[in-house]
């Protein structure tokens, strides 16, 4: 068969199929319930292309309808709810317009409401007293206005709505005033910098933004432009706000700095020199007046008002944060109140050192407030004991010039030395915070694309880049104190004077770390010494020795002192568990063969690892914040504290056993003349606690023999 033929049977097929087909249909659609081919019978307006419509087709378009009609309903209801909010919207708006006509509206018995101009001139005032503050608390806007706390908000916000006001309201109840100038000047920063950094961004906005308050010559101008409460202020606390010099404008911006911290750091290099000075003032009145006088000279100049809370929590708000001198301060108050306490109880009950730095007699005011406030030393500390300091002064006990071996010899290298070891810590810290700080491990990159290595490196150097800060400002506070004297801590058996009594730091038994229960005795030393004598040696009961759980809340006691932060808390409380887990590690190497945890290798892993622990656990006390810092520890699948819990577990499971090692003749003398020397220092006490001033002197003259034999 050909082709042609073929395709006409297919042709001719086809044909006959569709007629077949269409007779089908055909039949179907007369067999069909009226209502379903006529889709008008649904009551929907459904446009129709023939009568005679298929059944399937009709019952579709009536679906169909059925959606539309549904979607339309939907739509008009939502329409509708439009309508109303905007209604609802129109009329809050039209009652919060009739509350601003009467803003600041005073009525009370037998009193009429204030007029429309009166109303104005109150309302230009406390728009006034705002910028004039620059940062002012919502209590004091309450207080000045005779407002309630939640209506200053709203009229803040309303301020700001209409443009009168532009500033932030922070999350600590303080509004702080920011001009559009500059907020200006600030996007124009960021618009030619490009990326910036949150850390250069917030020290480059210091030079633009003044956050200083605009004080009045005096009391009656405070008064009569920013009200009675700020003619209060100025009475109270405004003369201790020095003007602004134009040199201080000109340095401050030179260095990146607002005038506050440019007054601070000058404070700061003054306390060297008025320490030296203080060396040399000849009698010990002239010493304790000399230190009161300087010494709150150095925290009025940076802090202003905000020193009165020295005196009074909380009365004036400064511009400088005083939390810092606050926190000294605290270890000095609680100090010399339980030292003096302890000046009543006999000898025998107490610890051996609380024995030697008790105050057996009250100070005077004069000796309590030089001791306090001490030529500056409340800038940065350190801390020290307030018998040290009193016996310094008076030029007796350890600093007894009679005695040629007690005599402070000169300070002028060791001073000098410690000095600018803190300035390169500044200049290295200056250098890169900026790049390495807290922010960069609260950043996307750093939370979800750097690898585990990678952030645990950058953990270790934002932490030594913190503290660079810490070593900074300590290192210039030691110098002081050596430049004084007070550091003097008498001379080895060579004769070499020792200048350690209150250093604070010592950079590489941080950073090089071989012990993690040890770095209390290197990092933040004198506080760290006034939580064992003060705090964990208090709360260990009598005969026992302290545990775990004294442990914890010594170092709890340390993140309250700190501050209410989530931040202090995990570091302290991880930090807790981390000595922990030091000590357990130090049994276990007790029980190796002699001189294997001195292996090289051993000690570079443990160095390594020690540094990991330690800047895993202080991101922390880097960043504050609950979210923030269990974001950090959960990027690193919080490997520290596995790490930390998994040896104290090991360590209770497998407990490490007790080896008896045998003393070198040497090591044996030497424990065996300490035990002497504690007994005669304890015999020594009793005898002064009964009185006894000669018997004190013979024991401790033996003590003083055996010493020099060992």
């Known amino acids: 068969m050909s082709a042609l033929a073929v395709l006409t049977v297919l042709v001719a097929a086809i044909a006959v199929l569709g007629v077949l087909l269409s007779r089908v249909f055909a039949k179907a659609g007369h067999d069909a319930p009226t209502e379903a081919a006529q889709p008008e019978a649904l009551g929907v307006d459904v446009p129709m292309r023939g009568v005679n419509r298929p059944a399937g087709g009709a019952a579709y378009e009536a679906r169909r309808a059925a959606r539309d009609a549904e979607r339309e ?40 409401a204030l007029s429309q101009e009166e109303s104005a001139a109150l309302q230009a005032r406390f728009v006034d007293y705002v910028k004039a503050r620059k940062t002012v608390g919502l209590d004091e806007l309450a207080a000045e206005f005779r407002m309630k706390t939640a209506e200053v908000v709203k009229r803040v916000q309303a301020l700001e709505a209409e443009g009168a006001l532009t ?40 030079q633009f933004i003044d956050l200083e308050a605009r ?129 009543g109880k006999p000898a025998e009950q107490l610890q051996e050192y609380a ?8 100070p005077s005011p004069l000796e309590f407030f030089s001791y306090l406030f001490a030529a500056g030393n409340l800038l940065a500390g350190p801390f020290f004991e307030a018998s040290d300091f009193f016996d310094y002064v008076q030029r007796k006990g350890e600093w007894d010039e009679r005695d040629p071996a007690k005599r402070i010899p000169s300070p002028l290298v060791p001073g000098l030395l410690r000095f600018f070891k803190g300035l390169i810590c500044a200049a290295l810290w200056t250098k890169l915070s900026s790049s ?19 952030k645990l490196f950058l953990l270790w150097f934002v932490g030594l880049v ?77 005969g026992k020795r302290p545990g775990f759980r004294t442990l914890v809340a010594t170092q709890l006691v340390s993140g309250v002192w700190h501050g209410l932060f989530p931040g202090y808390w995990l570091f302290f409380a991880t930090s807790a568990v981390m000595f922990e887990a030091g000590k357990t590690l130090y049994r276990y190497e007790q029980t190796w063969p002699a001189g294997a945890a001195r292996f090289p290798p051993y000690i570079a892993l443990k160095v390594v690892v ?44 497998v407990p490490p056993r007790r080896v008896r090692r045998e003393l070198q003749p040497e090591q044996a003398g030497a424990r065996a003349a300490a035990a002497e020397a504690a007994a005669a220092k304890k015999q020594a006490a009793a005898a002064l606690a009964a009185g006894d001033g000669m018997a004190a002197a013979a024991v401790a003259a033996s003590g003083q023999e055996e010493k020099k034999e060992l």
């Open 73 to 112: 309903a939907q739509e008009a209801a939502q329409e509708e709810e439009i309508r109303r909010a905007a209604e609802e919207r129109a009329r809050r708006e039209e009652e919060e317009a009739q509350k601003w006509m009467h803003l600041f509206s005073v009525e009370a018995a037998g009193e009429e």
């Open 167 to 206: 500033g932030i309201m922070d999350d600590r109840g303080k509004f702080i005033f920011v001009s559009p100038e500059e907020m200006a000047a600030v996007a124009d920063f960021i618009r030619q910098r490009g990326r910036i950094a949150i850390s250069e961004l917030a020290a480059k906005s210091n």
């Open 215 to 343: 004080a009045a010559a005096g009391s009656e101008a405070a008064e009569l432009e920013l009200g009675p409460a700020a003619g209060n202020m100025a009475k109270n606390g405004a003369f201790l706000e020095l003007p602004a010099q134009p040199w201080e404008l000109q340095a401050a911006a030179l260095g990146g700095l607002t005038l506050s911290q440019l007054r601070f750091f000058i404070s700061f290099m003054l306390s060297v020199v008025l320490g030296a000075v203080l060396k040399h003032v000849p009698s010990a009145r002239g010493r304790h007046i000399f230190s009161l006088v300087t010494g709150v000279a150095l925290i009025v100049y940076p802090f202003g008002s905000g020193c009165m809370h020295a005196f009074v929590p909380a009365a004036l708000e400064g511009h400088l944060d005083f939390t810092g001198a606050q926190m000294v301060l605290t270890l000095r108050l609680i100090a010399v109140a339980v030292s003096y306490q302890d000046g």
């Open 355 to 362: 024995a030697r730095k008790r105050l057996r007699q009250l």
């Open 436 to 454: 390495y700080g807290p922010d960069l491990l609260e950043s996307r990159w750093f939370l979800h694309e750097a690898g585990l290595a990678h």
């Open 466 to 542: 913190a503290r660079l800060k810490y070593y900074f400002a300590w290192a210039v506070a030691e110098s002081a104190l050596i430049f004084s004297g007070l550091c003097y801590n008498g001379r080895t058996p060579e004769g070499a004077p020792l200048w350690n009594r209150y250093i604070n730091s010592r950079i590489r038994r941080v950073e090089f770390n071989l012990s993690l229960p040890n770095l209390a005795a290197n990092w933040n030393v004198c506080t760290g010494l006034w939580l064992r004598h003060y705090v964990y040696e208090r709360l260990t009961p009598a």
């Open 610 to 653: 020690n540094a990991v622990l330690l800047n895993y656990s202080a991101a922390a006390f880097q960043v504050l914040w609950l979210h923030d810092c269990l974001a950090i520890w959960r990027s690193v699948h919080f490997l520290g504290h596995i790490a930390m819990l998994a040896i104290i577990l090991l360590g209770n499971v």
